[in-house]
């Protein structure tokens, strides 16, 4: 009888472990970032750790999803968003605090099978050339309707007069991270897909991966904001201003990301 | 005294009558007359919209001051026609069940007394799908009885047995009944059952009752004409009433007159029936002393003779009578001594006494 | 292999578990019991759950109870907790999304229980507690489990529903499932694989053990039949 006792107190205090856990807050602020950041701000935040010896926790996912939770009451304290739209969404709902901060810019970069399109320097000449030659089975991108990289994909291919082709072999992925991921498993030919996660994902290794100016895809903003949100306490502070330093910077762009096109006057060094 | 009185809508009941306590009652009535629905309302499973029903005094159902008292507050055990034994429990736990006021050790002595009490003792361990009907039969009433209920209640318990298990069970009914002192009401279709058995008996048709009382005059002296059919008496005639007198009524059947010692005095509206029982038709022998003791005589033309086992059915026509058949059974013996056969006249006479006039 | 998600896992059943299967019983108890019209309309609403996507059940959770409805103020000043990205919110959901595993069943068990019993032990003097307990749930408790089995098979691999109301957080809401999601979206196929192999596991043997009480329970009574 004893034993049964222990046993239901010890799986009482088990049980009620997660009812335990304190504010959100307790084990270091939690940063909501998109999913095409993911290798660098892992990195950003062990180095973090290292110099300061205070830890961050991460929380990915497509940009939308997460302006999205944060409306509907997500702790978390800061936001880094692949898509500008979102973060002025934000803005104007009046759940940020202070103002945007561009950390970088997104790299479009182009994927294709070894050996479809050859060493070239104009990328997407080759690519309109195989889409007419009918080389190209699958073409894939990100939905240009509310992914960035897909929206820049579309520019990149329309400017370079691809678009109405490529359509007949266009495969739309849901966000940036599945264009990727057809690339590495699918039967694609080729995909437009960010840097970042593309570096990540190895695809240099299993095709030939280029990234493409920012002139290919005009009109298009490749520029990724961050924003403190309410709940942003002093900790969230610092790691934020640590965003925008120099040693961030080249992590960023180690990882494939450019540097933000103007000099944010919230730069902390 | 447990007082019955329901009126409900579905099924329907209109039922007011009183049976006497410590004994053993039945109700009779062919399937859909409502009997059992009588019976779950003396149970408390069914909750008429008007009701009141009161056991020795005590309350039971009132609608007037919607006071219900739920079944398990009852004082009474049930048995139904498929016994609702639990499955899961063997005999004994069944019996137990119904001990849950007792310790366990007790439970188990008590329901083991009881088992052995309806003649299943050694089958204390066995479960409802090991045991046969009759065995079944006894578990239920052990159960029903081992909580010493003052009320037992019974719906059709034999007829999912066979005849000699019911012959049996019958016996040990009426033993059960005297050795407890409880009053017992049970539900039949089969009168001969109820006859049996009962001291009082209701007669139930289509929720309602048709007539009430000791079993011995329900059976000698039906009410009214359906009491008579409900109670297979095979002679039914219709009569008028002609006069009353001290001895008795006087009716005129066909061209003759009959006596009745008891019936109503005046003239009744509409006319009036009467019904005699086959064994109270007696058959005249020539050379018998002092006739007219015998009650009126008429002559009457045999049409049809059925041997059933130890008696005869025989159907006559009265020459002179209303025109319906009569029926007198006989001792196989007496058919061959007086030569009884199809088509031969013989010589019957009806008792005042055991003339019953009946309403329609 | 994240064994604090695996934990959390264990957690969320647990207590799905707790809070559900009464729910279950009482609800399926209800619905086999009762005479009711609207019957059908009622089986049919609690049976939603297993015809609206996860994620879409999990989407309107977080409309009707996070911090911006009304609802989820009420629960905050009253109780001081959120319903979403909290594991109270899981539970919730959780609760929500395994209400037809755990009534299902469960009716179907009471069903079999005859109104006849019923009038029985009641003619038996046994309260109604009494008769629950000593004769409808030995004869129903199959469903119970059977009840049992599949909602803790179904929570622990429980996605949408999870990741719509409680987020990615470590710690608090990344159960195992959405721990292996979010090494797939990282890239990672080894270490998901090692999880999914993990969960996979864990719920074989936990539902073959529920079904095997179950089969031992209808051999002894062919055995004894």
Same mark, same amino acid.
């Given at each position: ?269 | ?31 859909? $007359? /409502?009997?059992? &629905?009588?019976?779950? #309302?003396? !149970?408390?499973? +069914? *909750?008429?919209?008007?009701? %009141?029903?009161?056991? @020795? ?74 045991? $046969? /009907?009759?065995? &079944?039969?006894?578990? #239920?009433? !052990?159960?029903? +009885? *081992?909580?010493?209920?003052? %009320?037992?209640?019974? @719906? ?82 219709? #009569? ?121 | ?225």
């Amino acid at each position: 009888m004893r034993n049964w006792r222990t046993c239901i107190a010890v799986l009482f205090f088990w049980s009620t472990g997660p009812f335990y856990s304190v504010p959100a807050f307790a084990n270091g602020p939690i940063v909501a970032a998109a999913a095409s950041i993911r290798p660098a701000l892992e990195e950003l935040s062990a180095r973090y750790n290292q110099v300061t010896g205070q830890s961050v926790r991460l929380v990915f996912g497509s940009s939308g999803t997460l302006a999205n939770q944060i409306v509907n009451g997500a702790p978390y304290a800061l936001f880094l968003s692949a898509n500008t739209a979102y973060v002025q969404w934000l803005v104007d709902l009046g759940f940020t605090q202070g103002v945007p901060v561009t950390y970088a810019s997104g790299v479009l970069a182009l994927y294709s099978r070894p050996g479809l399109l050859g060493q070239t320097e104009n990328p997407l000449l080759a690519l309109g050339n195989a889409l007419e030659g009918g080389t190209i089975k699958r073409l894939v991108i990100a939905n240009p309707e509310y992914a960035p990289y897909g929206s820049a994909a579309r520019a990149a291919l329309e400017h370079a007069g691809t678009w109405v082709q490529a359509k007949q072999v266009l495969l739309v992925a849901a966000n940036a991270g599945q264009a990727v991921q057809y690339a590495l498993e699918g039967d694609v030919d080729v995909a437009f897909v960010p840097m970042p996660l593309a570096r990540l994902a190895e695809l240099q290794k299993t095709g030939h991966l280029q990234a493409l100016p920012s002139e290919a895809f005009p009109n298009v903003e490749l520029d990724q904001q961050m924003v403190l949100l309410p709940d942003a306490d002093q900790k969230t502070q610092e790691f934020f201003a640590y965003l925008q330093s120099i040693d961030s910077r080249e992590i960023f762009s180690r990882h494939g990301l450019g540097a933000p096109a103007l000099i944010s006057p919230n730069l902390q060094h | 005294m447990l007082s019955i009185r329901i009126e409900n809508n579905t099924p329907a009941l209109k039922v007011d009558f009183r049976l006497p306590m410590g004994t053993l009652s039945a109700i009779v009535g062919p399937s859909g $007359s /409502g009997k059992t &629905s009588v019976l779950r #309302a003396v !149970a408390g499973l +069914l *909750a008429p919209s008007h009701s %009141l029903i009161s056991f @020795d005094n005590d309350i039971w159902t009132d609608t007037e001051t919607r006071y219900f008292r739920p079944c398990y507050q009852r004082p009474l055990g049930f048995v139904t026609q498929s016994f609702g034994l639990f499955p899961h429990l063997t005999a004994a736990e069944n019996v137990g069940a119904a001990l849950t006021h007792l310790p366990r050790r007790e439970r188990g002595l008590e329901a083991q007394r009881f088992l052995e009490l309806v003649g299943i003792g050694g089958l204390a361990d066995r479960r409802p799908s090991e045991l $046969s /009907g009759g065995q &079944s039969q006894r578990v #239920a009433m !052990a159960r029903a +009885l *081992a909580r010493k209920p003052r %009320l037992l209640l019974l @719906d059709e318990p034999f007829s999912a047995l066979d005849h000699s298990t019911r012959k049996r069970l019958r016996v040990e009914l009426k033993r059960l009944q005297d050795a407890l002192a409880m009053t017992v009401l049970f539900v039949t279709h089969d009168l001969d059952e109820a006859a049996e058995l009962s001291q009082t008996m209701v007669l139930l048709r289509r929720g309602q009752v048709v007539q009430q009382g000791p079993t011995r005059e329900l059976l000698r002296r039906p009410s009214t004409v359906e009491a008579a059919r409900l109670m297979n008496f095979a002679n039914l005639a219709k #009569a008028e009433w002609v006069d009353s007198d001290s001895s008795g009524i006087t009716l005129r059947w066909g061209d003759v007159l009959l006596k009745a010692e008891t019936g109503p005095k005046s003239p009744p509206e509409g006319p009036i029936y009467w019904t005699i029982r086959t064994t109270d038709v007696f058959l005249v022998k020539d050379g018998h002393p002092d006739e007219s003791s015998l009650g009126t005589i008429l002559s009457a033309d045999v049409t049809e003779i059925i041997e059933m086992g130890s008696s005869v059915l025989v159907s006559v026509i009265a020459a002179r009578g209303g025109g319906e058949l009569l029926r007198l059974r006989l001792r196989p013996g007496a058919l061959h001594r007086h030569n009884v056969s199809k088509g031969s006249q013989i010589r019957i006479a009806l008792n005042a006494q055991s003339l019953v006039l009946l309403q329609s | 292999m994240d064994w604090n998600a695996f934990n959390l896992s264990l957690q969320l059943a647990a207590w799905t578990l707790a809070l559900l299967l009464p729910i279950g019983v009482v609800t399926g108890r209800w619905l086999a019991r009762t005479q009711t019209l609207a019957r059908p309309w009622l089986q049919a609403f609690f049976a939603l759950p297993l015809v609206l996507p996860p994620t879409v059940v999990g989407y309107y959770l977080l409309i009707f109870t996070g911090t911006r409805s009304p609802l989820g103020e009420l629960i905050m000043s009253w109780f001081g907790v959120s319903l979403v990205f909290s594991f109270p919110g899981l539970v919730v959901a959780s609760i929500l999304v395994n209400l037809p595993f755990a009534i299902l069943p469960v009716q179907r068990a009471f069903e079999v229980v005859s109104s006849e019993l019923y009038d029985a032990a009641a003619c038996c003097a046994m309260t109604p507690w009494q008769t629950f307990t000593r004769v409808e749930m030995p004869l129903a408790w199959p469903g119970v489990l059977s009840a049992a089995v599949l909602t803790l098979g179904h929570t622990l691999g429980e996605f949408g529903v999870v990741l719509m109301v409680g987020g990615n957080i470590p710690g608090e809401t990344r159960t195992l499932s959405i721990a292996i999601f979010d090494r797939v979206q990282a890239f990672d196929p080894l270490a998901a694989g090692q999880m999914a192999g993990f969960l996979l596991l864990i719920s074989l043997v936990t539902v073959a053990l529920g079904y095997g009480v179950l089969e031992k329970r209808d051999q002894r009574k062919r055995r004894s039949a």
